[in-house]
């Protein structure tokens, strides 16, 4: 059984600071890939962060690089990721998923379709 379950959320003042935890267990256990993505009312699922598990290699969508910092952490029964998120702006508040790709891939995955399981997602209001 997979399961990724995200928390963290809540609200914030423009300028401050969340952290999201995405804890993954069971198939989800062996990742290749962990991402997080966000939805805010009337827009479309987009890409805020990835990190590739084994290498440690990150990536930003550009609107959040250099405010959020994606982490992991991980045991033998449970791999967690982290999403640091500071100098918050209004435009930052969404429903944010974190999402796991277990085949592995020769490039950066950013879209949804690259990844087969979600989250339920946490949100995240920022108010100016």
């Known amino acids: 059984q997979a399961q990724l379950v995200e928390s963290g959320g809540g609200l914030v003042q423009t300028g401050g600071s969340l952290r999201l935890s995405c804890a993954a267990s069971g198939r989800t256990l062996n990742s290749y890939v962990m991402a997080w993505f966000r939805q805010a009312p009337g827009k479309e699922r987009e890409f805020v962060s990835l990190?590739?598990?084994?290498?440690?290699?990150?990536?930003?969508a550009d609107s959040v690089k250099g405010r959020f910092t994606i982490s992991r952490y991980n045991t033998n029964a449970k791999n967690t990721m982290y999403l640091q998120m500071s100098s918050l702006k209004p435009e930052d508040a969404a429903v944010y998923y974190c999402a796991t790709r277990v085949y592995d891939t020769n490039y950066n995955p950013r879209n949804e379709s690259d990844y087969a399981y979600w989250g339920q997602g946490t949100q995240v209001t920022v108010s100016s």
């Open positions: 990190l590739r598990w084994s290498s440690g290699i990150v990536d930003y």
